[in-house]
């Protein structure tokens, strides 16, 4: 079980102060990573670093927006001279500051969504990849979603700037494959956590998209950890440039949930 291990090796995670992010910080130490959880504010990565040491791993916290490419380039620094380099970047950091129709959204908005949810990934990859590469490879994860690979109502700019980070994911998992880094992309469907309480705390919205998902239920954010711990181990080494579904088939259903 060696290629599902983690050990020696460097992990750097964002938006892990709660829910997907945190989890795969969880997983990640548990395997055996030395991990950074970086998200804006610094107290509740405080209580996920407390958590992951007090399993016996070992963690800690860096305060950074991803929107800001001063405050990446410092988070990236900071890690390295916390363990010596980085192996693993895992783009989790995102906002969804718009619900409605795309036309009415204004210009600010589609600024401030692309440049966390897509130009905060670029901007990671792009400081983290040096040290990866002095390493002998790396591996990127890229958290995208459903969203950007089928229209979804109310949440069009969200789903530009996922279909955006599937298509960086394809394009530096071209560049970066002569470096032996392979990157990939988790797109997920609808999964329990406060990002998503809009969602699943209206019980409307959520019943259709339990309607209409074959699975009949929405996931528990433990159920992507899987695939998030083989794509970060030696276990993925030939995979590369692939966005992988992870939904209880809702994007094979012949409804949309929003009908």
């Known amino acids: 079980m060696d290629q599902f291990s983690l050990q020696g090796k460097v992990a750097l995670i964002t938006g892990a102060s709660r829910g997907i992010g945190e989890a795969i910080a969880q997983t990640f130490a548990k395997a055996g990573a030395q991990v950074?959880?970086?998200?804006?504010?610094?107290d509740n990565l405080e209580v996920v670093v407390q958590t992951i040491r007090g399993n016996g791993?070992?963690?800690?916290?860096?305060?950074?927006?991803m929107g800001d490419a001063g405050a990446?380039?410092?988070?990236?620094?900071?890690?390295?001279?916390?363990?010596?380099?980085?192996?693993?970047?895992?783009?989790n950091a995102g906002?969804?500051?718009?619900?409605?129709?795309?036309?009415?959204a204004e210009e600010s908005l589609w600024?401030?969504?692309?440049?966390?949810?897509?130009?905060?990934?670029?901007r990671l990859i792009r400081e983290a990849?040096?040290?990866?590469?002095?390493?002998?490879?790396?591996?990127?994860?890229?958290?995208?979603?459903?969203?950007g690979l089928s229209p979804m109502p109310g949440v069009g700019l969200y789903g530009i700037s996922k279909a955006a980070v599937i298509m960086l994911t394809k394009i530096l998992a071209v560049e970066l494959a002569p470096n032996n880094i392979q990157v990939n992309a988790i797109a997920p469907g609808f999964v329990k956590t406060r990002f998503s309480q809009a969602i699943w705390g209206d019980e409307t919205?959520?019943?259709?998209?339990?309607?209409?998902?074959p699975a009949k239920r929405i996931a528990d954010v433990d159920e992507l950890m899987g695939l998030a711990l083989y794509l970060a181990t030696p276990a993925s080494q030939y995979l590369t440039g692939q966005t992988i579904v992870i939904d209880g088939g809702l994007t094979l259903s012949t409804s949309n949930y929003g009908d």
Not at 36 to 42: E, F, N
Not at 95 to 104: D, H, K, Q, R, V
């Open 129 to 147: 990849t040096p040290s990866m590469i002095e390493r002998g490879g790396g591996k990127v994860i890229n958290i995208a979603s459903i969203a």
């Open 36 to 42: 950074i959880v970086a998200s804006r504010h610094l």
């Open 95 to 104: 906002i969804n500051p718009y619900w409605g129709s795309l036309l009415e």
């Open 57 to 65: 791993g070992e963690a800690f916290a860096i305060a950074a927006h």
């Open 111 to 122: 600024d401030k969504t692309l440049d966390v949810n897509l130009k905060g990934y670029f």
């Open 72 to 91: 990446v380039k410092l988070l990236v620094q900071q890690s390295i001279d916390l363990f010596g380099g980085i192996d693993v970047v895992v783009n």
């Open 205 to 213: 919205v959520n019943q259709a998209v339990i309607d209409n998902t």
